[in-house]
């Protein structure tokens, strides 16, 4: 059996057939489960990493079973444009408003950061939208369309991680929620994947490459869920496959690729981290998008509100610390205190001027005025 995992003994927490969202309510309070759920995930990384054909894999195929499954003459094809495909599915009645957005790998030109200006520009615009639709009349019914997730693809024939790869993090790691994906896991050796997995969080620490974090679970968990929780920590980044064509196994229609020594199945955790890494994100779906408001979201308003001066960025949340307040937020605050103040005065001044015409006072604390003079004040 050809085997290709990192840990074994992971059990898929969900049935066949299903994708799991409909555990969510545990994580929210009923008001949000009612609305429904709105997740947006960016897939990145250099082209022909298998990122089309696995965010097919992951969600889109999955969803539709009825749906038209392209056979193999008919393959995905290189991405050349930002695509975004939303689906709105529900699930043990539980809605879920999931976009897809798949980008065009990055190419072998000369000037690489060109290739990903245009997707920072896309998780930007998606700030930009929220950050206009919050300051607008109708808030109640704003569509979040920021980007709460980024799988980020490395190459499995590589050494670890590239200058580019560094540099794209790097310049998203205070906007987005990284998680780092090992892809083409079948063309590696279980050691190998072992070896470059280490290599490659040993790079993210050694270049300050600030990944999603994937929370800790608190200590009244049931021992199942710390389980869950700590190989999935252990997984980053994960080994997956993908694949668009389905197999028969042992009786039983899988979704792999086949080779002369056996096929390797997408969806068994002994082969890859396919199913790990879409538990991953349905168990923390609540966080991403947490952590996306709190954290990423907060940066830019802060950022905007300086005039585009750049701010202190945050890239972690520790306990329930409050965002800075940048230094124009700060004179803001300070501007509305004095005006409170001042409008007090003013009132207190106007009660006493009332008392004095009709010869009583209502304020205990009454301070004859020097001169009878009321001076105006500036407000
Ligand atoms: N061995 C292997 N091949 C894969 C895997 N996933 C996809 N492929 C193949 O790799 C090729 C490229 O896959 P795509 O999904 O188009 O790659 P992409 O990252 O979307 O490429 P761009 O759109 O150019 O960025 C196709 O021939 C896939 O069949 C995988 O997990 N393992
Ligand atoms: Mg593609």
Redesign the pocket.
């Known amino acids: 059996m050809f085997q290709n995992g990192t840990d074994e003994g992971f059990v898929n927490p969900e049935q066949i057939g299903y994708v799991g969202f409909a555990n969510l309510p545990n994580q929210v309070h009923r008001k949000s489960v009612k609305k429904g759920f709105e997740f947006t995930l960016l897939v990145v ?1 250099e ?8 965010v097919n894999s992951l969600f889109l195929a999955d969803l539709y079973p009825e749906r038209h499954i392209p056979s193999a003459s008919e ?5 050349v444009k930002i695509d975004a495909s939303t689906v709105e599915i529900e699930e043990r009645g539980v809605k879920l408003r999931l976009t897809v957005v ?1 980008t ?2 990055f190419g072998d030109s000369l000037n690489s950061e060109d290739c990903f200006t245009p997707i920072i520009e896309y998780i930007d615009e998606q700030f930009e939208r929220y950050l206009h639709d919050e300051s607008g009349l109708n808030r109640r019914h704003i569509i979040d369309n920021r980007v709460h997730c980024c799988f980020y ?1 490395i190459n499995p024939s590589s050494h670890g991680l590239k200058p580019l790869d560094i540099s794209f993090m790097k310049a998203v790691h205070h906007k987005v929620n990284i998680v780092p994906v090992l ?5 590696l050796t279980k050691k190998e994947v072992l070896n470059l997995k280490r290599k490659i969080m040993d790079q993210i620490d050694e270049y300050g490459i600030n990944i999603y974090p994937l929370p800790d679970c608190d200590s009244d968990e049931d021992d199942d869920y710390k389980e869950q929780c700590r190989q999935l920590k252990e997984a980053v980044p994960f080994a ?5 064509e389905s197999f028969e196994v042992n009786g039983k229609k899988v979704r792999g ?1 086949r080779y002369p020594w056996g096929v390797v199945e997408v969806e068994n955790p002994d082969h890859c981290d396919f199913i790990k890494l879409r538990t991953m994100l349905i168990t923390h779906m609540q966080d991403l998008q947490e952590v996306t408001q709190e954290i990423h979201y907060e940066n830019f308003r802060a950022e905007k509100l300086a005039g585009g001066k750049v701010v202190k960025q945050r890239t972690s949340r520790s306990g329930v610390q409050q965002p800075e307040a940048t230094d124009r937020e700060q004179a803001l605050m300070e501007k509305e205190a004095e005006l409170r103040q001042m409008k007090e005065m003013l009132a207190k001044m106007q009660a006493e001027m009332a008392a004095q015409k009709t010869g009583n006072s209502p304020v205990s604390n009454h301070q004859p005025r020097q001169n009878g003079e009321v001076k105006s004040q500036n407000v």
């Open positions: 990384g082209s022909g990493l298998g990122k089309s054909t696995l393959k995905i094809t290189q991405t798949d065009p790998g693809f892809a083409k896991a079948d063309t997956v496959v993908g694949s668009s690729r």
